[in-house]
């Protein structure tokens, strides 16, 4: 007899459907009593309307603007500043920014009754790219002027993230080459010198490409840049092309050395950005590093062939005084170059450059040497920077960074590493101690020159335009 059969299934079966008749609903889920299933969506309690697209585009706008000049090479002022300004410009609320070395976070709340709209973007390849950064600064302000619309300002930031570079990689690889060679004729070297060091610098430039195209980190980059530029000064004094091979050593080491992160480091930690400053110069501590260990390995490699690779500053008259000032100049703008400035800035770039080797030329006959020395010829860069950027309504950075490669202590670091290879422990750690102080003295003096000339700027234009305090067109909250 099977269980169906047995005495009670039956009974056990019918409490088991009242049971279920009590607490399951044999009706389908999408169904409620009393109301056909088309009409459902009229009972439901609504969901919260979208957020409006237009509002999402403008937030995602502000967003990709401070990307584009995060990833090349502007400040974390400038950079949170611009995404201010692109948020007002928009019609939105001032958002909460918070930018550090590799990533952006936006917040915005345009409706208090509604969630806030939040981004995240993280930037993992970083280049400086001065044209890109003129061109968003002239976007921002003509959006901020009215002179173009929501669309139009979408369209051109869309052309400014796909531009190529203004210049093709054969003309900078010029550039540094041009620039180590200017970097040669103001320490006193000769033209032979000059244009042994071009020719090693543009090696090392095509070497870096050739390795950064197969991934090697950039530590390593240079250390085999420091290694090439100490062995190719060798080189050349055995053959007789040059006899010095310290300034060979110092005019590549100059264009290697990121300066626009050095000051761009010292402006973020004395901005109040410490992580990122911290960061940034952590970065010049990095690229400095590979150098130093390059060229120490080409000392070391050079005193066991024989090779004298003492130092050789040149001698300076008052008949060098041109020549160390042109070449100032010329420096400034193949630096501009390699920064991808566009045209417009090259002049300001070489007037500064100008400028600030004048000024140290001039007082360092009179006994203001050193530290003291280059900051006060960095001021003058720094100010006559701010100065000629603003006429040209561009970013300060763009004419004041390629103006100060000239006063980078390329020689000094080299004499430090040159003194430490040959035993002089005490002597080498002072040198480069006084290397570093220079390159901190640099980045902040331009800062300083920065901060005076801000209210300087705001007061004269307030006596030209005392309703808005500036000029017809500008926006008042762009990075100045």
């Not at 692109?86 to 952006?104: K, N």
């Not at 980059?221 to 080189?235: K, P, R």
């Not at 501590?285 to 060229?295: D, K």
């Amino acid at each position: 007899m099977t269980w169906d059969e047995q005495p009670g299934t039956e009974r056990w079966r019918r409490v088991r459907r009242r049971v279920n008749r009590v607490w399951a609903d044999d009706d389908p889920p999408t169904l409620i009593h009393g109301v056909p299933p088309l009409d459902l969506w009229d009972m439901r309690r609504p969901l919260p309307a979208p957020v409006d697209l237009e509002q999402q585009a403008s937030f995602d706008f502000a967003h990709r603007v401070g990307a584009v000049m995060l990833a090349r090479g502007a400040s974390m002022e400038d950079v949170e500043a611009s995404i201010r300004a692109a948020a007002l410009a928009m019609g939105l609320p001032s958002p909460e920014v918070d930018v550090t070395f590799t990533s952006i976070v936006v917040s915005v709340r345009p409706d208090p009754a509604r969630p806030p709209l939040t981004s995240v973007s993280v930037v993992r390849q970083r280049s400086d790219d001065h044209s890109r950064l003129a061109d968003t600064h002239q976007l921002l302000i003509a959006l901020a002027a009215g002179k173009l619309d929501r669309t139009g300002a979408f369209d051109r930031l869309a052309r400014i993230e796909g531009r190529p570079h203004p210049y093709g990689p054969n003309l900078v690889t010029l550039a540094r080459g041009v620039l180590a060679g200017a970097i040669v004729a103001q320490l006193g070297g000769t033209w032979a010198g000059a244009i042994v060091v071009a020719t090693v610098a543009m090696l090392i430039d095509l070497v870096g490409r050739w390795l950064a195209r197969r991934r090697v980190p950039t530590f390593y980059l240079n250390v085999v840049a420091g290694l090439i530029a100490t062995l190719a000064a060798a080189g050349t004094t055995v053959i007789g092309a040059q006899q010095t091979p310290s300034l060979v050593v110092a005019g590549s080491i100059v264009v290697l050395l990121p300066g626009g992160t050095l000051v761009n480091g010292v402006r973020d930690a004395l901005s109040g950005y410490v992580v990122t400053g911290t960061a940034r110069v952590f970065e010049v501590l990095l690229v400095v590093s590979g150098l130093v260990g390059g060229v120490a390995l080409g000392l070391s490699l050079s005193r066991a062939l024989g090779v004298d690779m003492s130092v050789d500053p040149g001698m300076f008259g008052l008949d060098a005084l041109p020549v160390r000032v042109l070449s100032a100049a010329v420096a400034a703008v193949a630096a501009a170059v390699t920064y991808y400035a566009p045209y417009r800035l090259l002049p300001a770039a070489a007037l500064s450059g100008a400028l600030g080797m004048l000024v140290l030329s001039v007082v360092q006959p009179v006994g203001l040497t050193g530290v003291p020395g280059y900051a006060l010829a960095a001021f003058v860069v720094g100010l006559s920077g701010y100065v000629l950027a603003n006429a040209q309504r561009a970013l300060p950075m763009m004419v004041v960074v390629p103006g100060i490669l000239s006063l980078l202590p390329g020689l000094t670091l080299y004499t430090g590493l040159l003194e430490l290879s040959t035993g002089q422990a005490a002597e080498g750690l002072v040198t480069m101690v006084d290397a570093g102080a220079r390159g901190l003295a640099i980045a902040a003096a331009v800062l300083v020159a920065e901060l005076i000339g801000q209210p300087v700027r705001r007061r004269i234009q307030h006596r030209a335009f005392p309703v808005a305090g500036r000029s017809p067109g500008e926006p008042p909250r762009l990075p100045a």
